[in-house]
């Protein structure tokens, strides 16, 4: 059973930082598409930003375009995101989700694997 494992959340200042972990065991890393999502209460689910483990490129929505970073350690099977200058709506529950990807990467795509979730709280 493939295992998504998300770490790094908490509670922090608005403008601050933050870096999410997303440990993925028992499936190759080689050509995963991974991305993060995040749901608030009240709000669905929402697909911020993915990266293709076979080459590294990213995509970002709008709101968190210029502030978080979506990154990859291939040695330590992990994906991060970096999330600066962090805002009250950014709050939310973050879920990482992984598939099988020989080349495409989109939030909307159907992902089988997911974290249990971390959780951040930006207060302002």
């Known amino acids: 059973q493939v295992q998504v494992v998300e770490s790094g959340g908490g509670s922090v200042e608005a403008g601050g930082s933050l870096r999410l972990s997303c440990a993925i065991s028992r499936v190759s890393f080689a050509s995963l598409c991974v991305a993060w999502f995040r749901q608030s209460p009240g709000k669905e689910r929402e697909g911020i930003a993915t990266l293709h483990t076979d080459g590294g490129a990213t995509s970002y929505i709008d709101s968190v375009k210029d502030r978080f970073i979506i990154s990859r350690n291939n040695a330590r099977r992990t994906v991060y995101l970096q999330m600066n200058s962090l805002k009250a709506e950014d709050s939310a529950m973050y879920y990482c989700?992984?598939?099988?990807?020989?080349?495409?990467?989109?939030?909307?795509?159907?992902?089988?694997?997911w974290g249990q979730g971390t959780q951040v709280l930006v207060s302002s």
């Open positions: 989700a992984t598939r099988g990807s020989p080349r495409s990467c989109s939030v909307s795509d159907d992902f089988p694997w």
